[in-house]
């Protein structure tokens, strides 16, 4: 059974969601997080390694604050979607007890089908950066909408909305990136992170520590 929670607040949605395995976290356990190994996140999972708070960074705050407007813009530019959304909202699968999701939205297509809404900010400060953007979404933005659509079965789509943001000697350009999954063309892959979350978990409920996984280079 899939279940959607409206938390109070904040800090009760993060107290809800220490305990399992986040759209955030699922890049690491596959080694696909360029900012956290696989056994950095199982340290933290286990109280061995404190989370870092990163809510009070610019570019964190930028992103929280941008959000609503970068939603109210998708639905001016996709008018043939319903768009919805609640704060501090965490959907729990019964299957997935290790899992769970929340969403910048969900979306109704024009035959009634659900789909995921997804909106990054990012700060593009070396070509390095654009180019994960290039006709492709960044591995680790990958992940997470797949960890999205095992956790939520009956969503058949994804959107993924992206704001890249560029600052050349204090002039802002924003240039802005859509990109749309369906799940049956993703299906395989969704499969695959379910069975590695599966076992990264057991291994969180046992305390033992896994083989890092080194990116590809």
Sequence with gaps: MIKKLVLSGRDEWLVARSGRIGGSDAASVVGLNPYRTNVELWEI???QREQEDI????YVKYGTDAEQHLRALFQLDFPQYKVMYEENN???NDDLPFAHASLDGWLEDPFGRLGILEIKTTNIL???QKEKWDNRIPDNYYIQLL???MVLPDMKFAELKAQLKYDFSGEIFLQTKHYHIEREDVQDDIDYLEHAERVFWEKIQKKERPALILPEI
């Design 45 to 47: 999972k286990t109280g």
């Design 55 to 58: 809510s009070e960074k610019d």
């Design 90 to 92: 965490l959907w729990l």
């Design 126 to 128: 070396k070509s390095m």
């Design 147 to 149: 960890h999205y659509m």
